[in-house]
């Protein structure tokens, strides 16, 4: 039927008649239905089968660029993924349950069987979440910092940035220590005269 019109759902009233725009609402809501339900579950299907095997973060949006997946969906491909690792901790629960009831079988044989069985069920590979999640967080970061770096109000900080970024950074991967204090406490330790502008920790916080 031709290509999807980007104009749509737009927050301003368009030339378009109001049956056709209509018409192309719904023909972009059953694609994305279509993605959302179909696309995204046999991309899931496929690092199960770890028939694509991304090695970092660049090489994965590439991949889903590849499957027509934008990275606003990395969050939905994050919740697929928890699923099935959460399939696969109760098939193992249910395993260990059934050879606990089980009567004693030979050694080599129950060896046997629970090899057979691993062959047929493969595990849900661990380091996928992680990565889509470290993608997300990275991405979200990089706004961060470009709001924090782009006011104009702001110009002393982008030409020192260097206690910007560290009080950033403490706040993105540091944490707590045991008396309450901040990440960020004591990131401007030591600015004296001719240290440079003052870091707004606080509102990075």
Same mark, same amino acid.
């Given at each position: 039927?031709? /290509? @999807?019109? =980007?104009?749509? +759902? ?9 049956? *056709?725009?209509? !018409? ?5 809501? @059953? %694609? ?10 046999? %991309? ?24 027509? %997946?934008?990275? &606003?969906? @990395?969050? &939905?491909?994050?919740?697929? /993924?928890?699923?099935?690792?959460? $399939? ?10 059934? &050879?606990?009831?089980?009567? !004693?079988?030979? *050694? ?15 595990? +849900? ?19 961060? $910092? ?5 006011? =104009? ?5 982008? &030409?020192? =940035?260097?206690? *910007? $970024? *560290? ?23 030591? !600015?004296? /005269?001719?240290?440079? =502008? /003052? ?7």
């Amino acid at each position: 039927e031709g /290509a @999807l019109t =980007p104009n749509v +759902f737009m927050p301003f009233a368009c030339a378009t008649e109001p049956a *056709t725009a209509e !018409a192309d609402e719904e023909r972009v809501r @059953l %694609v994305s239905r279509w993605l959302w339900d179909e696309v995204l579950p046999a %991309v899931t299907v496929e690092v199960r089968k770890q028939s694509i095997v991304p090695l970092d973060g660049g090489v994965m949006v590439e991949m889903l660029h590849g499957f027509g %997946v934008n990275v &606003r969906y @990395l969050g &939905r491909l994050a919740q697929l /993924a928890e699923a099935e690792e959460a $399939l696969d901790r109760r098939k193992e629960q249910a395993k260990a349950q059934a &050879r606990q009831q089980a009567p !004693a079988k030979d *050694t080599a044989q129950e060896a046997a069987l629970l090899a057979q069985a691993q062959a047929q069920t493969q595990a +849900f590979p661990l380091y996928w979440r992680r990565m889509l999640e470290v993608e997300m967080v990275a991405r979200a970061a990089k706004h961060v $910092l470009n709001d924090l770096l782009s006011p =104009p109000e702001h110009s002393d900080i982008r &030409r020192a =940035p260097a206690a *910007t $970024l *560290t009080a950033f950074l403490n706040c993105l991967f540091g944490t707590e220590s045991a008396d309450g204090a901040s990440p960020t406490a004591g990131a401007g330790a030591g !600015a004296g /005269a001719g240290a440079g =502008p /003052a870091t707004p920790s606080s509102d990075i916080c």
